[in-house]
């Protein structure tokens, strides 16, 4: 059984990979992509500056566009579980850099590897409120991250016109074929390195209400125009 189980892994990490990269990128050709704001990060980092990407594990599908749309590495922290492996291996071909590890394994290493990261490349992805949830709730890691790099954070949204909707703990959400995909940056925000427990909370709690909040705006526009075609 165990033979059994190390062929099935090898074919997926190996064969499946190669072929999800394939349709994967036949299916994103399928997208009306739309990118706003992008020239906030652009102009950021031409100046030397550091940002880290924040954005809801449920709509991870549209970060796969980002390393081409602004042609740099981009280190992502990606769970060490076999899962992983295979979303690692895809990463990798679509121009991310895995770091291994997660908030319930392997997180203290996984975050001295981000911030040498963000350090080294300038930018980074952080899914804030991933592996496992609750969703919508970011993690700590993200403050300490911007804090220990110098980094500022970018919450990014993203919106589908027509979706999947998978029953998962974060409901998931695919694009379908040629509907329109918005990526929107937001304003950078600025975190101070050194912050007491009740200010670390705030800029937690801000940062995540506002994303929130700009994810209902985002979601009653593109349902407002989907119904006006």
């Known amino acids: 059984m165990n033979l059994r189980k190390e062929i099935k892994f090898f074919f997926v990490k190996h064969v499946l990979t190669s072929f999800a990269h394939y349709i994967f990128k036949l299916y994103a050709k399928t997208m009306r992509l739309r990118v706003e704001n992008e020239d906030v990060i652009k102009n950021h980092l031409e100046n030397d500056g550091r940002v880290i990407l924040a954005a809801w594990h449920q709509r991870i599908f549209a970060g796969f566009y980002i390393p081409r749309r602004l042609k740099r590495p981009i280190s992502v922290m990606i769970s060490q579980s076999r899962d992983g492996d295979f979303a690692a291996n895809i990463a990798k071909r679509l121009g991310g850099k895995p770091v291994r590890g997660s908030s319930s394994r392997g997180g203290r290493k996984a975050l001295r590897e981000m911030i040498d990261a963000v350090i080294r490349d300038q930018?980074?992805?952080?899914?804030?409120?991933?592996?496992?949830?609750?969703?919508?709730?970011?993690?700590?890691g993200l403050i300490s991250l911007a804090q220990r790099s110098g980094a500022a954070i970018c919450p990014s949204y993203a919106f589908y016109e027509k979706a999947w909707i998978f029953n998962s703990w974060d409901q998931s959400m695919i694009p379908k074929p040629f509907s329109r995909v918005v990526i929107r940056f937001g304003?950078?925000?600025?975190?101070?390195?050194?912050?007491?427990?009740?200010e670390f909370e705030r800029t937690r709690l801000h940062i995540e209400q506002k994303m929130i909040e700009e994810y209902e705006k985002g979601d009653r526009a593109m349902a407002s125009s989907r119904s006006s075609t």
């Open 123 to 140: 930018i980074a992805g952080h899914v804030v409120d991933g592996p496992t949830g609750p969703p919508h709730v970011i993690k700590p």
């Open 187 to 198: 304003a950078l925000e600025f975190i101070p390195e050194n912050m007491d427990s009740e």
